[in-house]
């Protein structure tokens, strides 16, 4: 058994069988997840580059372009020859990890100041656009379409089936609150945050803004590795609610009662709520940050589970685009220091725990089958139900037959007697 199942502790673990937790499993699983480190990547070098002086971006741009281009040559032409699209795979990754570094930096440099944040969201936006694209056009897949499902069926299936429709409600729900704690906020703008805390310097800026991406990750790891199968999705979410809102709460506090000023040096309280802001981090990494992906992906039914996490990514970025564009104006408008902006998503910290105590059940252990159970049977797997076992279970017999078809034996008269 791995490290994990040393540590894990829930029923599921006890009940499966010890050979399913090889060292395959895990291989897959961070092979799968390693995309996301341009996601990351990309959150976190927005905040950096609105602070650093103008490169040659535009031709890093066309080079990245080409390579992309090249790669997918390289794709078009393999022709069912799997190391060819390998090959061709590996390139245009190149160029879109150059990408992924070089389109926020040209955007940050080139837009106007009022309008930098949206306009850099909308990279964000056409991401979760290729990713909704590729889950569609995937959903022919015989795993996702059982029966042949058209897309249109697939969406009628979500919408009009109650257990299906309050999973996707769920879904859009848990991504729209997951932004709304204002995580982005400070990814995006930590280093405009910081100076606004007192640290006067660009360089101290952005050194905080680095060691704020040190404790997200350290904290992210040590919660799945510790906490996501033992301590469950829900009560994640509950804890860290409460937390996040009084880190939040604290610094919109320190910063409407005793504003920072330029130049001076920084009291003790100043740096409380700059440890809260790091406490903020840490406490979404163990919560909203993680569980929000794993929930969405795990509660919908088998057919219907790329078209849930679609929904979900869509709405996550879409909303990622909404906070980007709204926090500039919000810490230029909200109280001296953006005080109000801090307070704003403290108050959306505290709701989305009475949002997770109502509607979000716990899914610890439960596996990927059981989840129609615990929202509710779907109307269609009881008809699925009902046509199975109407030709499964064999016609049941009449009493009344069985007594016309019972009939006494007497025994035969041996003729060799007589």
């Given at each position: 058994m791995g490290l994990l199942q040393k540590i894990v502790r829930n029923d599921a673990k006890e009940e499966d069988p010890p050979e399913i937790y090889g060292w395959k499993v895990y291989f897959l699983a961070f092979s799968a997840c390693f995309g996301g480190m341009l996601f990351g990547v990309d959150s976190g070098i927005i905040g950096g580059v609105l602070t650093l002086?103008?490169?040659?971006t535009r031709m890093a741009l066309l080079i990245a372009a080409v390579i992309v281009t090249i790669g997918c040559?390289?794709?078009?032409?393999?022709?069912?020859?799997i190391a060819l699209m390998y090959v061709g795979h590996l390139i245009a990754g190149f160029g879109v990890g150059k990408a992924s570094m070089v389109t926020p930096l040209y955007i940050s440099e080139n837009a106007p100041r009022a309008i930098r944040g949206g306009l850099t969201g909308i990279y964000q936006l056409f991401i979760a656009?290729?990713?909704?694209?590729?889950?569609?056009?995937?959903?022919?897949?015989?795993?996702?379409?059982?029966?042949?499902?058209?897309?249109?069926?697939?969406?009628?299936?979500?919408?009009?089936?109650?257990?299906?429709?309050?999973?996707?409600?769920?879904?859009?729900?848990?991504?729209?609150?997951?932004q709304m704690t204002g995580t982005n906020a400070i990814n995006y703008y930590s280093?405009?945050?910081?100076?606004?805390?007192?640290?006067?310097?660009?360089?101290?800026?952005?050194?905080?803004?680095?060691?704020?991406?040190?404790?997200?990750?350290?904290?992210?790891?040590?919660?799945?590795?510790?906490?996501?199968?033992?301590?469950?999705?829900?009560?994640?979410?509950?804890?860290?609610?409460?937390?996040?809102?009084?880190?939040?709460?604290?610094?919109?506090?320190?910063?409407?009662?005793?504003?920072?000023?330029?130049?001076?040096?920084?009291?003790g309280a100043g740096y409380m709520a700059l440890v809260?802001?790091?406490?903020?981090a840490g406490f979404f990494q163990c919560g909203w940050g993680p569980v929000p992906w794993i929930y969405v992906s795990e509660i919908p039914t088998a057919r219907l589970r790329g078209v849930n996490v679609a929904l979900g990514a869509a709405t996550q970025w879409l909303f990622n685009l909404v906070v980007a564009r709204a926090v500039p104006n919000m810490l230029a408008t909200m109280g001296k220091a953006g005080y109000g902006t801090f307070?704003?998503?403290?108050?959306?910290?505290?709701?989305?725990?009475?949002?997770?105590?109502?509607?979000?059940?716990?899914?610890?252990?439960?596996?990927?089958?059981?989840?129609?159970?615990l929202f509710g049977t779907t109307e269609l797997k009881k008809k699925m139900d009902d046509q199975e076992g109407a030709h499964d279970v064999p016609p049941a017999k009449d009493p009344e037959d069985e007594k016309t078809q019972h009939v006494e034996v007497s025994p035969v008269p041996n003729d060799s007697k007589r």
């Open positions: 002086p103008a490169s040659k040559v390289f794709q078009a032409a393999a022709d069912g020859q656009t290729g990713t909704m694209l590729a889950f569609w056009e995937q959903l022919d897949h015989e795993r996702t379409l059982i029966g042949g499902a058209s897309f249109i069926d697939l969406m009628k299936e979500m919408w009009t089936i109650p257990g299906n429709r309050k999973r996707a409600i769920i879904t859009i729900w848990l991504m729209i609150t997951q280093p405009q945050i910081f100076q606004n805390l007192g640290l006067s310097s660009t360089d101290a800026g952005l050194f905080a803004t680095g060691i704020y991406g040190v404790v997200k990750m350290t904290l992210c790891a040590c919660f799945l590795l510790f906490a996501a199968d033992s301590l469950g999705r829900r009560r994640s979410l509950l804890w860290t609610s409460i937390a996040m809102g009084c880190a939040m709460l604290y610094v919109g506090l320190y910063v409407r009662i005793k504003p920072p000023v330029k130049g001076a040096d920084i009291p809260c802001i790091y406490l903020f307070l704003f998503f403290s108050a959306a910290c505290f709701l989305s725990f009475f949002f997770a105590w109502f509607f979000i059940p716990e899914t610890k252990g439960l596996s990927l089958e059981k989840m129609d159970d």
